[in-house]
């Protein structure tokens, strides 16, 4: 069975502290001229959402790196703290019953 999110994957980065020396907005970009503004990896066309969507499928950082030579460990690690990031300030109002 799948691990959820790959934990292996990120217990790695966590062990390394990896998330604790990335910043991701040095590895994230947003242009109009570019995919209509969609957040991607730097210089690269490879929107965030692949990246996660990728990952949440059980696709390993193994077989991301080697189908996108452009991206690096530290773009995976970014698009995953550019979504909690995302996540963390969005305000969510429930719907009383």
Known sequence: MRELL????????VQNNIFMTIDWRTHIATD?????GKPVV?????PV???????????KSEDLLEAYPKLTKEDIVSCLLFAAETVRNEIIYSKAS
């Open 49 to 59: 959402d692949l990246i996660l969507e990728k990952l949440a499928a059980g696709d």
């Open 32 to 36: 109009p001229m570019i995919l209509f």
């Open 42 to 46: 730097k210089n690269t066309r490879i």
């Open 6 to 13: 790959t934990t292996r994957f990120l217990s790695k980065f």
